[in-house]
Nanobody, 120 residues
Framework: QVQLVESGGGLVQAGGSLRLSCAASGRIFSINAMGWYRQAPGKQRQLVATITRGGITNYADSVKGRFTISRDNAKNTMYLQMNSLKPEDTAVYYC??????????????WGQGTQVTVSS
């Protein structure tokens, strides 16, 4: 079994910064793509940013230039540096990982989510 644990959420004023972390644990051979998603109240979950094992990144237009996704493959950990935060960034942030086991099979996992609240 694999677990993804997010941390780093909280309350911040508009214009402030937060850094989210997502640590994967379990019998993992490797992790392919990883990503951050968010869900605001009453809205669907949406993509924030993704990163491949090789470091290729993709961002939602709404966060380009403000958020930076990164990962440490040796630690099976992913990060999201969020700068210039806006009230509309308020949401529960979830991490997602495409995990490969030693058997060669793969599975996709979600973290439990971490709340980010940006006050105006």
């Amino acid at each position: 079994q694999v677990q993804l644990v997010e941390s780093g959420g909280g309350l911040v004023q508009a214009g402030g910064s937060l850094r989210l972390s997502c640590a994967a644990s379990g019998r993992i051979f490797s992790i392919n793509a990883m990503g951050w998603y968010r869900q605001a109240p009453g809205k669907q979950r949406q993509l924030v940013a993704t990163i491949t094992r090789g470091g290729i990144t993709n961002y939602a237009d709404s966060v380009k230039g403000r958020f930076t996704i990164s990962r440490d493959n040796a630690k099976n950990t992913m990060y999201l540096q969020m700068n210039s935060l806006k009230p509309e960034d308020t949401a529960v942030y979830y991490c997602n990982a495409d995990v490969m086991y030693y058997s060669g099979s793969r599975d996709n996992y979600w973290g439990q989510g971490t709340q980010v609240t940006v006050s105006s």
